[in-house]
């Protein structure tokens, strides 16, 4: 470490309340303002940045410091958008939600712990790279991307990118609490279209209401347990309905739902076979109910991942654990990461960073502000091995 680092704890701070305040939501996909913000702070730092085109008034961002070997870069990535603030959450914040309000050594806003925090704490760093003149051992890269929070389609675009061919590594500085991710789990989602048949709604007909159908598709479900696909450390896959739409007016049975299903993987257990299951149970309602016809459409397929202890990335980890004699704490990360995208191209991936998972989508959201300077230390030294 240099000199004066607290100047740059001081502005990342500042960093990561002007971040929060920008209302990056998504869906609907408003990260506009925020890439502007990513792409203008690292450009006026007169590193190399590149706008990646995602869709109209969507780019992901890429900024570059080179090194003295180009064949091994390591990528550190965040997202800029964060998920929406609904009325009936509003209420329940104590503090307005795109304040960035200092209090109690926490940061407070959408978006501060999941994952602006991560992403401010990457800027400084490479803030702290450049203006210091360090030449670093390997190319590092900042990839800020857009939609992590509906489709990834940002990590999407960046699948195969000629940008970042020569990097093999990729810290995704997440919330994990500071503690060490290097188990991803897998997740795969999409939609039963069911198709029933419309009734007066003055009778019950088990074959031609589909939400009736829709039901028993659910209780077959649930009756299903995913037991024999457990991991022996991180336990069992599990799947559940997330949304179910059917109407027709007035008042007359449904003769089409749509159900969508959502699924949750450890280890080992990979997404075709949730598909699979979905159709035996799909097949048993056919023989049950022969008039009703069903049709699923796979929306994504997110694999699960582990990167091995003895990896390059993972040692150096360690090795700066031990050095700033941080608690190191390895485990799995529940949720689904850009990581998983960035990954496809045969790198190593890592999760970690200062916010706390549990605390976000959700009224008060919040990071701890010293967890906020132990990531930018970790970042920093990272970037130099």
């Known amino acids: 470490m240099t000199h004066n680092f607290s100047k740059y704890e001081e502005e990342l701070l500042y960093l990561l309340q002007e971040a929060v305040r920008i209302k990056s939501i998504n869906p609907p996909g408003n990260e506009l303002e925020m890439c502007g913000f990513v792409y203008d702070f690292m450009k006026n730092l007169g590193i190399e940045t590149h706008k990646v085109e995602v869709e109209e008034n969507r780019y992901d961002v890429i900024s570059i410091i080179k090194g003295e070997n180009h064949d091994n870069g390591i990528i550190f990535t965040g997202h800029m958008d964060v998920?929406?603030?609904?009325?009936?959450?509003?209420?329940?914040?104590?503090?307005?939600?795109?304040?960035?309000?200092?209090?109690?050594?926490?940061?407070?806003?959408?978006?501060?712990?999941?994952?602006?925090?991560?992403?401010?704490?990457?800027?400084?760093?490479?803030?702290?790279?450049?203006?210091?003149?360090?030449?670093?051992?390997?190319?590092i890269a900042l990839v800020a991307t857009v939609d992590e929070e509906d489709s990834m389609k940002g990590s999407k675009a960046l699948i195969g990118h000629e940008l970042l061919k020569n990097f093999r590594e990729v810290v995704v500085c997440e919330p994990t609490n500071m503690e060490v991710c290097n188990v991803?789990?897998?997740?795969?989602?999409?939609i039963i279209d069911i198709k029933g048949k419309t009734g007066h709604g003055s009778q019950v007909s088990l074959d031609k209401n589909a939400i009736l159908i829709a039901n028993k598709i659910i209780d077959k479900m649930m009756a299903t347990y995913l037991s024999d696909m457990a991991h022996e450390e991180y336990g069992s896959s599990f799947w559940q309905p997330l949304a179910i739409h059917a109407s027709v007016d007035p008042w007359v049975?449904?003769?089409?739902?749509?159900?969508?299903?959502?699924?949750?993987?450890?280890?080992?257990?990979?997404?075709d076979d949730i598909w699979n299951r979905i159709d035996n149970i799909l097949m048993e309602i056919k023989k049950e109910l022969p008039s009703v016809s069903t049709n699923v459409t796979v929306l994504d397929k997110r694999e699960p991942w582990t990167t091995d202890t003895n990896t390059e990335l993972m040692i150096n980890i360690k090795n700066i654990y031990s050095m700033l004699n941080y608690d190191l704490v390895l485990k799995d990360f529940k949720g689904t990461t850009d990581?998983?995208?960035?990954?496809?191209?045969?790198?190593?991936?890592?999760?970690?960073?200062?916010?706390?998972?549990?605390?976000?989508h959700k009224e008060n959201e919040k990071v701890l502000i010293s967890n906020l300077y132990r990531a930018l230390r970790l970042y920093t030294e990272l970037m130099q091995v």
Do not use: Q
């Open 83 to 139: 998920v929406p603030v609904s009325e009936d959450e509003s209420t329940r914040w104590t503090v307005a939600p795109f304040s960035g309000i200092i209090k109690d050594g926490f940061l407070y806003g959408r978006g501060s712990s999941d994952m602006k925090s991560g992403l401010c704490s990457i800027m400084i760093a490479m803030k702290y790279i450049k203006e210091n003149n360090i030449t670093p051992k390997r190319d």
């Open 184 to 190: 991803g789990r897998g997740r795969t989602y999409g």
């Open 253 to 271: 049975v449904p003769d089409d739902c749509e159900l969508k299903i959502d699924s949750r993987l450890v280890p080992n257990h990979y997404c």
């Open 339 to 360: 990581g998983t995208m960035l990954r496809k191209d045969g790198r190593d991936v890592v999760i970690v960073g200062p916010g706390l998972l549990a605390g976000v």
